[in-house]
């Protein structure tokens, strides 16, 4: 969740850089730093630990020259937060200058590379391999935009990057890739912006271009030109956007619920950083109230949760039983409280409660504690009741999430639980070494995973418009997926009015079975993962009686497409995180479901975004 911010003009660059960032230090705040380059190529690095009012103070207004500069303000990934880990990062010779959002998956194979042909290394992070890359492609004659993308095609992650080069010191290239943070192109009278969020633009335009995943551009005080990593040149027209309330506007999209789904790479980079380290590998949850002697004392977790939440408590608790080593269940948080939970001490109970103020989980919260047991909120909301009757939270840091129809807290609440599985296990011995490594390099390649999950979004349309007609819909999933049929079935509900149920596919013989007709289509998720052959069993069931087969598959699953009517491939993901993976199509099939019959999306019928009352 950094925050990124660029100027090119005929003004000074440092304040207005600094003054954007301070519009974003809600992104990052455990270091800052802004390069400047003046017109004859002198450039100015500043750098500091800690608030951006740190580093403005240690500047004490006394700004480096120039008229071109980035800037950043940083959570700790690779890394602890010192000031060589903190962005700009250069190369060797100190010619290019990067900033950077996102996640260098192979940046351990790139920098062992780059020291081998003789690059100096300065920092810890992932990030200060891609000026030595950049650097390198450099030698051979290109200019900063070419081997910008000759650089950029060999990193691997989700990543938004900003970078300018003393020789060229009016130009600045950006790119995004794989979904990664936003990055959108300010247009000003003879002057240009880059950012990563519009609050860094309020005061100096209103005209700006949002990067699709997979642009560059070309930045110079006179304008932009576009591009595709290939090559391909684009045309990309500025947008008149209202700067007065940023944080929840619609920007391009036609609905909250469809920007909300698309900022789900972000949003969850957002919900790892400043908790998850990958290099060394470690966690940190200073917020979570429980010192080593309580968590040693721990014999069981209960997660809660109501609605999605509860979808996402159920996948918790996998994550507590298999990287926490902690016997662990899922309850409504509704009856809870009426079940006279036998709880005590020892037990850990997680609220998962994204708004905080949903009024049957806190009444549960305050159960759980009447009974002596811990107590901690998984809350995307700072301040809410929920994080108040906890003895610790677990902070999401998805942003504001306005449709009603839960998307990006839903994925932030599994990411949030997958940490605090981590941090339990690790602490109590049961995820060490390279278990624990293994486990957060995996959590690493999520947001690329989720990005490239995004785009099926053509194919998930197209099932929509064949379907969306349906009344009734089946969605089966089994082990960690069993929880996103069920969170599938409650998105199509919620927004489309269609009557949809999840099972667990094992229980279709169960009951079901007996209403599978041609007339119903079923959405089985059937990746490639220790169930996939069961799966494949329950699809041939639901073919037999003439059911409509929606299948959530694997990229190059061959098999599936001889079995279902409609196919949607998602990418290979580790099984633990498959869940993240396999809940987007089916949030944009219901979100197309709904937009095609016309009904009131962000705002479904009966529906309110927190519950406050029983």
């Known amino acids: 969740m950094c925050g990124i911010v660029g100027y090119v003009g005929g003004r000074e660059a440092a304040p ?41 103070s240690r ?18 990934t690779h890394g602890g937060a010192t000031e060589l880990n903190a962005h700009p990062h250069v190369d060797t010779a100190g010619d290019v200058v990067v900033i950077h959002n996102g996640i260098v998956e192979n940046h351990r194979e790139l920098r062992d590379e780059l020291v081998f042909a003789g690059a100096v290394f300065r920092s810890e992070t992932d990030t200060e391999v891609i000026p030595h890359l950049i650097a390198r492609e450099l030698t051979i004659g290109l200019n900063l935009e070419e081997a910008t993308r000759a650089a950029l095609q060999r990193i691997q992650g989700a990543a938004a990057v900003l970078v300018m080069r003393r020789q060229e010191p009016d130009v600045l290239v950006a790119a995004r890739i794989a979904n990664a943070g936003g990055v959108v192109i300010g247009y000003g009278e003879g002057e240009m912006f880059v950012a990563s969020d519009l609050p860094a633009l309020a005061g100096h335009t209103r005209s700006v271009v949002f990067l699709d995943d997979g642009d560059m551009v070309r930045v110079t005080a006179t304008g932009a030109t576009y591009s595709r990593l290939s090559g391909e040149v684009l045309t990309r027209e500025p947008q008149t956007v209202d700067l007065e309330n940023t944080a929840i506007g619609k920007g391009v999209y036609e609905h909250y619920m469809a920007k909300e789904i698309a900022e789900q790479p972000e949003a969850v980079l957002d919900t790892l950083r400043g908790a998850a380290q990958f290099d060394p590998p470690a966690v940190f949850l200073p917020g979570l109230g429980l010192d080593d002697d ?16 509860l979808n996402a408590a159920q996948v918790g608790r996998i994550y507590m039983e298999q990287l926490a080593g902690l016997p662990a269940e899922t309850d409504n948080a509704s009856e809870f409280r009426y079940r006279r939970p036998i709880i005590d001490g020892t037990s850990l109970v997680l609220a998962v409660a994204q708004s905080g103020e949903t009024v049957d989980t806190l009444e549960a919260m305050h159960e759980a504690k009447r009974r002596g047991a811990r107590v901690v909120a998984i ?18 840091r998805c942003g504001p999430e306005v449709a009603v129809a839960s998307t990006k807290t839903f994925l932030g609440s599994i990411t949030a639980l997958y940490l605090l599985a981590c941090y339990l296990g690790e602490k109590r011995g049961f995820l060490t070494g390279r278990r624990l490594g293994q486990a957060l390099d995996d959590l690493a390649r999520l947001p690329q995973l989720i990005g490239e999950a995004l ?24 082990g960690p997926q069993f929880p996103v049929a069920m969170e599938g079935a409650l998105k199509l509900k919620e927004v489309s009015y269609i009557h949809a149920e ?20 079923v959405v089985a998720i059937a990746v490639k993962d220790d169930h996939y052959t069961k799966m494949l069993n329950n699809i ?20 599936l497409p001889e079995k279902a009517q409609d196919v949607i491939y998602v990418p290979e993901a580790p099984t ?24 009131d999306i962000d705002q479904p019928r009966n529906l309110a975004k927190t519950v406050t009352v029983e």
């Open 379 to 396: 809350c995307n909301t700072p301040g809410s009741q929920a994080t108040r009757i906890g003895d610790g939270t677990v902070f999401l």
């Open 502 to 521: 999840g099972y667990a596919a094992g229980e279709m013989k169960h009951g079901p079975i007996a209403l599978i007709d041609a007339a119903m289509p």
């Open 16 to 56: 207005i850089v600094l003054e954007g960032l301070s519009r974003l230090e809600y992104r990052g705040y455990d270091s800052a730093g802004i390069a400047v380059l003046d017109a004859s190529g002198i450039l100015t690095l500043a750098r500091d630990v800690g608030k951006l009012s740190n580093l403005t």
């Open 294 to 309: 309580a968590i040693a004392s721990l014999s069981r977790v209960v997660v809660i949760g109501m609605g999605t939440s």
């Open 540 to 559: 041939d069931q639901v073919r037999a009686r003439e059911g409509k087969v929606i299948a959530i598959a694997t990229a190059g699953d061959t098999l």
């Open 455 to 478: 785009k099926s979004d053509a194919a998930t349309l197209a099932v929509a418009e064949r379907h969306y007609q349906s009344e009734h819909f089946l969605f089966l999933g089994r």
């Open 576 to 599: 633990l995180l498959q869940p993240l993976v396999t809940a987007v199509p089916l949030q944009m099939l219901a979100y197309h479901m709904a937009r095609l019959r016309g009904c």
């Open 59 to 76: 500047l004490e207004g006394a700004y480096p020259p120039g008229c071109t500069g980035i800037g950043h303000t940083r959570w700790a």
